[in-house]
């Protein structure tokens, strides 16, 4: 359906264009009152070449559109869909005005001058233009990332020209990493003078996440932390074998020299009155919480059935 709205779209625009053009030279419309205080051939013929430029333009976006989006995946096709926006946009109204004024030259230095005063007076969208520009070559997020832009927090699911728009996690109204259905709309300026986290920006689609869980001192330690250890390789298994291999892929691309174990580890802390064990693992960003509560309900039945190695803390001074 929308290839055959651009070959209707380019063709009109052709056939306009032919039409505009023999209005102009041949003048059929001499015999006919003026319009808007101009010949009417004049008006007629400018009105076709104009659309003969809207018709022909569009129809060449909506083609290269349609093979932009079988030929890349989703977020280049995103990136690429905003570019062309952006150049024939440019062209459409440059060359519009070159119709209407019939004067490139003029109608280039004008558009310079024009450009120079709007620069003050449009300051915030055109510094949101440009760092729309630097996202999309340096590409700091794309569409589908999980990033924290400033105080927002969410899932990509657009980004303009002038704003980022996000699906909320961590909002107001939920918590624990859970999108809240609400969305919120960033500047894109705001990239250019705030931190942005991307929670799968550095070539691996994991991240590390911890499961805490306080016990007290009469607790097996080597026990307890066995049990964690195997609750998360049983839970996550092949999944955290193919992230960890991932991650130490995007980090041999790095000058950064860290140990990556093969498995889930635990560190053991010590509180006021009880031990701290935390549970660290790979995984997805959005199936965070989902395995959170996963290893919670695991752990905390396999430390309940053997109470005379794990004991949980109770309150007093120690």
Do not use: C
């Not at 009417?40 to 076709?48: F, I, M, T, Y």
């Not at 809207?54 to 570019?83: D, F, I």
């Not at 860290?258 to 889930?264: F, I, K, M, T, W």
């Not at 290893?295 to 309150?315: H, Q, T």
Request: hydrophobic fraction near 45%; avoid cysteine; proline fraction near 4%.
């Amino acid at each position: 359906m929308r290839r055959l709205v651009a070959i209707g779209a380019l063709i009109g625009g052709l056939l306009a264009g032919v039409a505009g053009g023999y209005v102009l030279a041949v003048d059929p419309l001499s015999t006919w009152p003026e319009l808007v205080g101009y010949p009417a051939d004049l008006v007629v013929g400018r009105a076709l070449l104009v659309a003969a430029v809207v018709g022909v333009l569009s129809g060449l976006y909506l083609l290269v559109l349609q093979l932009v989006w079988r030929s890349t995946n989703k977020r280049r096709a995103h990136n690429t869909r905003n570019l062309l926006r952006l150049g024939f946009g440019f062209v459409g109204i440059v060359a519009t005005l070159a119709v209407l004024t019939e004067n490139w030259l003029g109608l280039l230095l004008s558009l310079g001058v024009v450009g120079f005063a709007i620069t003050f007076a449009l300051q915030q969208p055109l510094l949101s233009l440009i760092a729309w520009v630097y996202i999309t070559v340096k590409q700091p997020y794309g569409v589908g990332d999980r990033v924290q832009i400033g105080d927002s927090k969410g899932d990509v699911i657009e980004v303009d020209f002038l704003v980022t728009t996000l699906w909320e996690i961590n909002g107001e109204l939920v918590s624990s990493n859970q999108p809240s259905g609400r969305v919120v709309t960033v500047p894109n300026s705001v990239v250019l003078s705030s931190n942005v986290v991307n929670f799968a920006g550095g070539g691996s689609a994991a991240v590390w996440n911890e499961v805490a869980v306080q016990v007290a001192f009469e607790t097996d330690l080597e026990f307890a932390r066995g049990v964690m250890q195997e609750e998360a390789a049983d839970l996550l298994g092949k999944e955290m074998a193919d992230s960890i291999a991932d991650y130490r892929e995007a980090l041999a691309e790095t000058p950064v020299e860290l140990e990556v174990y093969d498995h889930p580890t635990v560190n053991v802390s010590q509180g006021e009155s009880w031990m701290e064990l935390r549970l660290r693992y790979l995984t997805h960003p959005r199936r965070g919480q989902r395995v959170k509560n996963q290893l919670y309900e695991r752990i905390l039945d396999r430390f309940n059935e053997n109470p005379d190695r794990v004991a949980f803390p109770v309150s007093r001074n120690r």
